[in-house]
């Protein structure tokens, strides 16, 4: 019987230097570390991903928009606050994190960016309901700032409006960006097309709980956070066409798998179009049902998304491949390199 994983597993020594707190002036200018089905490594620019796509490939990018998430302000009371809009609910409603050093109260009014006010109307778990005079999205737009990763050290700027999100952004509701994507600009994906390489999207909303540790040791315990996705039916039915001419399912970004991948598992024999809260969460042994090769960033230690990567490629050729990053001097997470991954069949 094997031993349950547990968070030591997920664990490498990352160098602060590594961390990249800024992109690379272009978009396709990063670095891309290629592992092959034999769990070989490669090492890349992310320009040479129009060599490993093969016409009849089927990218699938999450076309979510990261919102201006982040606000700053003062309880009634004075006391500073940082509210972090996790999910918009309705028009004028949304459930948020907020940093106070007390906790504010049912009823409470916040005064936020000295512009205007929220009222709390309660707690779900560890978030804020809260309800706004005007539409949140709009306020956001106007007041908010972009949520950069907590290890991205410098305050957002107009350049981070901008590098911080993809090209084919659409639907605004994430507070976190689908990283694998920013490496894309429009003439590579107007190239890829030209090759035969088709594009399809899904939307998953990523919620701040991508940057939350895992509290446990033992990873049978983790429950993940929820997320919204949805996979259009033009999408469930260009993800049938590519398996059945035999081309790759290729999702770019763990968002993209996880939406996939729920909904698969999701799936009542209405194929693989639908939408929903997903808290689906992929360790090594779990057995994936759509995708073929993923394209994906550089992951912290110890979080759920290095788990998934792992049970893509494998737990060995996972520790192999960051370490072979750590010591080729990679740049990691969400402005960092790219990594392209191919099933193998030793997972």
């Keep these: 019987m094997s031993q349950p994983l547990t968070l030591a597993d997920f664990d490498y020594a990352l160098p602060p230097e590594l961390i990249a707190q800024s992109p690379a002036p272009e978009r396709t200018g990063s670095r891309l570390l290629h592992i092959d089905a034999r769990g070989e490594l490669h090492d890349e620019r992310f320009t040479a991903i129009e060599q490993l796509l093969k016409p009849g490939d089927l990218l699938v990018f999450n076309d979510t928009r990261v919102i201006k998430a982040r606000l700053h302000g003062h309880k009634e009371s004075g006391g500073k606050i940082e509210v972090l809009i996790e999910r918009i609910t309705a028009p004028d409603r949304a459930l948020a994190h907020v940093r106070a050093s007390k906790s504010p109260q049912t009823g409470a009014r916040l005064r936020l960016a000295d512009a205007f006010d929220a009222e709390v109307l309660g707690r779900a778990d560890d978030l804020y309901e809260l309800r706004f005079g005007q539409p949140v999205l709009g306020l956001l737009e106007q007041f908010g700032a972009m949520p950069l990763p907590p290890y991205i050290t410098h305050a957002p700027d107009a350049h981070d409006d901008q590098r911080y999100q993809t090209v084919y952004a659409r639907a605004p509701g994430a507070v976190a960006a689908p990283t694998a994507g920013l490496h894309f600009d429009a003439p590579l994906l107007e190239r890829l097309r030209g090759r035969g390489v088709n594009q399809a999207f899904v939307t998953l909303h990523v919620g701040a709980g991508t940057f939350q540790p895992v509290r446990v040791q033992n990873l049978a315990e983790h429950v993940m956070h929820a997320e919204w996705y949805v996979v259009p039916q033009g999408t469930a039915d260009a993800v049938q066409a590519t398996r059945a001419a035999g081309g790759r399912v290729i999702a770019v970004g763990t968002t993209s798998v996880r939406a996939l991948e729920s909904a698969a598992q999701a799936d009542c024999g209405q194929g693989l179009a639908g939408a929903g809260d997903t808290r689906l969460f992929i ?43 750590v010591a080729a001097r990679y740049r990691f997470f969400s402005y960092g390199d790219a990594m392209f991954l191919e099933r193998s069949s030793r997972t």
């Design 283 to 325: 360790t090594p042994g779990y057995d994936y049902r759509v995708v073929d090769a993923m394209l994906t960033n550089f992951h912290l230690p110890q979080s759920t998304l290095l788990m998934l990567v792992a049970a893509f490629i494998g737990q060995d050729i996972m520790r192999r491949a960051y370490a072979h990053a």
